[in-house]
């Protein structure tokens, strides 16, 4: 089975940087992905990292490291705009490219 | 594009009623997913479909039924209601290698707020 732990809250000021934590424990996987969703609203994705290393895309940097067990979400120039959950998700070895999800993290930005 | 669009966005049931939840999708994606959201647990996979006609199990199966008649269209049936059944289901689509640019995506739909007294 599949299980991937988040801190369930963190707090940064407008303008910082924040990392979120993503620890999982699988039986295989490809790649690791992370969601982002607003209060009331849908999950809507943000990044994925087949391999290990960094992946960018502007202000949202995600990482794996699979020798860890570990990923994390890096957000810059924070915005209020950013105070939302987010979810780390693994995408499932075997048919149906099923995800399996974190329990999440609520970020909120302060000013 | 609608994207995927989910119905009702809201429905409150007594214990041991019945509902459909409807998913549709206009990105021609084979594979659909049913998913349940409950507070401080993240989402879980409740059924999926690979392709029109053929439906799997996921890790919360219990207490459900999907059928996939048409390829755009990926139905959530709850026959016998019960308050565990309380909470946010969302549906979700992809492609078979899901890939967008390289990267595995799946996009959802709004959710269907379900409250069962």
């Known amino acids: 089975g599949q299980s991937l732990e988040q801190p369930s809250e963190v707090t940064a000021v407008e303008g910082a940087i924040v990392q979120i934590n993503c620890t999982y424990q699988t039986s295989g996987f490809y790649g690791l992905s992370w969601y982002q969703q607003h209060d009331g609203g849908a999950p809507t994705f943000l990044s994925y990292?087949?391999?290990?290393g960094l992946e960018e895309t502007g202000r949202f940097s995600s990482f794996l490291s699979r020798s860890d067990s570990y990923g994390y979400l890096l957000l810059q120039e924070l915005q209020m705009k950013d105070s939302a959950s987010y979810f780390c998700a693994v995408r499932d070895i075997g048919g149906g490219n099923k995800l399996t999800f974190g329990t999440g993290t609520q970020l909120k930005v302060e000013l | 594009n609608a994207g995927v669009t989910q119905t009702p966005k809201f429905r409150v049931l007594k214990t041991g009623q019945s509902m459909t939840l409807l998913c549709a999708q206009d990105?021609?994606?084979?594979?659909m997913y049913w998913y349940r959201q409950d507070p401080g647990m993240g989402l879980r996979l409740i059924h999926y479909s690979v392709g029109e006609g053929t439906t799997a199990k996921g890790e919360v199966p219990d207490g459900y039924n999907v059928s996939r008649l048409k390829k755009q269209n990926f139905l959530l049936g709850l026959e016998s209601a019960a308050p565990s059944q309380t909470s946010v289901y969302f549906c979700?689509?992809?492609?078979?290698?899901?890939?967008?640019?390289?990267?595995?995506?799946?996009?959802f739909g709004p959710g269907t707020r379900l409250t069962v007294l």
């Open positions: 990292n087949a391999l290990d």
């Open positions: 990105m021609n994606h084979e594979y």
């Open positions: 979700a689509s992809s492609t078979p290698d899901g890939t967008s640019g390289g990267r595995y995506t799946q996009y």
